[in-house]
């Protein structure tokens, strides 16, 4: 059975993940993709108060579950597209070490500073100043096979644009050049 393959979309929260997502579900044509989304995993966890350190420990094992999900999910055959947010150092290695990086498009979801601040105070559901705290964490290792600017495209423009690219995936793929300058020669720091 061939490995599926994984439409990854990283950027900060509000940054228009989801909605290309959503918009990737509706053009693509050439397999069967599902929408995994960390918020979503992040939805089915108990709604009981936690302290401190156990939702700190929860969330990481809901984020180290969530990877291995994907991981799931493409080896049984299945197409992806991911929605994440790689904020923490962390993150980003945990992936490299559980994704087949050759399945991998890796796609930068950009939005400006001043816009993230905007959808998010029209969202309503995230802390204020959420996105924009994310914003030099989540790009900081540099390396996509694609970008999107959704200030400057729409979803369905960007989710058009990553149909066309996706079957001209590099190689390799940002997923192995990252896997190769973290996990292989020993440099641990994104």
Known sequence: MATGRIIF???????????IARELLDVLDDGV?????????????????LGEAELA?????TREGFHRSIAAMASAGNDV?????LSEEWRLLDCLAVLPPEDVLFVGVHCPPDELARRERDRGDRP?????????LVHRHGDYDLECDT????????AERIKEFLP???????????????????????
Request: glycine share 8%.
């Open 9 to 19: 979309l990283n950027g900060t929260s509000s940054s228009g993940k989801s909605s």
């Open 151 to 158: 200030a400057a495209a729409s979803p369905r423009a960007c």
């Open 57 to 61: 420990a929860a969330l990481r094992r």
């Open 168 to 190: 001209r995936r590099p190689t390799p793929t940002a997923f192995s050049r990252l896997r190769e300058r973290y996990l292989t020669d020993g440099r641990h720091a994104v």
């Open 33 to 49: 993709f599902f929408h995994l989304a960390v918020d979503g995993f992040n939805a089915m966890r108990t709604k009981r108060e």
């Open 81 to 85: 597209v991911v929605d994440h947010v």
């Open 128 to 136: 204020p100043g959420l996105a924009v705290h994310q914003y030099g």
